[in-house]
């Protein structure tokens, strides 16, 4: 299997062992090759980090993302005016890239009442999908924390006591 | 061999339309409880679950009796999932009834 996919390379035409070796888990042809024989292509890590924010956020289960403290410091920056919501779409990720892969940790709130089992195999499907397909990047691993629920009301006011 | 579908929005809406289309099944419901969703990116797929071993599917089925419609439906979302390459096998739960047919069911049975 591997000599046939050598094989059907064209710049590889007599060299079933070329010395750099073709990535094996590589199966489909859309992860570009970062680097060429006329120049390499870096890709920043806040590049990856954005990507998979705005990929974790496409979910609807996904409420908000980020830590305790860093959420709630971001929800207050975002009320800044003049500040752009930059800042937030990285929030909540951290990754590692190294030449051609990345690895993803994310913090995500879900909503209460939805099975967190859906809500992080979706998360992690779209991130996959979204960092491969813009980057060319092979995403090694997703890793989803899932922070804190959301409970619809919960930062309403108290309400009135059912006893007088 | 043909495409495998490996997006699992893909898989989910192509589940949800041959089991929507199968006779007999009015809609496809998340059902209660925890609702059975599929999430995709920018919305859902009702009643559609993919679970590690079994691809779930909640309906709501609009006649009497239910074998048949049953059936029609395993037949229909196998086909995709052998289609797709998919080994799980499929799950057919159904949450509802319409009154209708309920009603009819009870006035074939006052004719005899």
């Known amino acids: 299997m591997a000599n046939t996919a050598t094989a059907t390379k064209p710049d590889t035409p007599a060299a079933p062992a070329s010395p750099p070796a073709p990535r094996s888990n590589g199966s489909v042809g859309t992860h570009a090759s970062l680097t060429s024989a006329n120049g390499q292509t870096r890709i920043a890590d806040t590049v990856v980090a954005k990507v998979a924010g705005m990929a974790a956020r496409e979910i609807p289960g996904v409420h908000s993302m980020g830590k305790g403290f860093a959420r709630r410091m971001g929800q207050l920056r975002a009320l800044v005016p003049g500040s752009s919501d930059v800042s937030t779409a990285t929030q909540g990720v951290s990754v590692e890239v190294g030449e051609r892969e990345a690895a993803i940790d994310l913090d995500i709130v879900t909503w209460y009442g939805q099975s967190i089992v859906e809500v992080s195999e979706a998360v992690r499907a779209n991130v996959i999908q979204r960092v491969e397909g813009m980057t060319g990047l092979k995403v090694v691993e997703v890793n989803i924390n899932v922070d804190d629920i959301f409970v619809e009301g919960e930062d309403e006011e108290p309400s009135q006591p059912r006893v007088q | ?112």
């Open chain 2, 1 to 112: 061999m043909t495409d495998e579908i490996t997006d699992r929005g893909t898989l989910a809406r192509a589940v949800a339309a041959a089991a929507g289309s199968t006779p007999g099944v009015a809609r496809l419901v998340p059902g209660a409880g925890v609702p059975v969703v599929t999430q995709v990116p920018g919305g859902a797929v009702p009643g559609v679950g993919l679970g590690p071993s079994a691809v779930s599917v909640h309906v709501a089925v609009d006649r009497f009796p239910l074998e048949p419609v049953i059936t029609g439906v395993v037949e229909a979302v196998s086909a995709v999932l052998a289609g797709a390459g998919d080994p799980r096998r499929v799950e057919v739960v159904v949450e509802d009834v319409d009154d209708e047919a309920v009603e009819r069911a009870a006035d074939q049975r006052d004719d005899y």
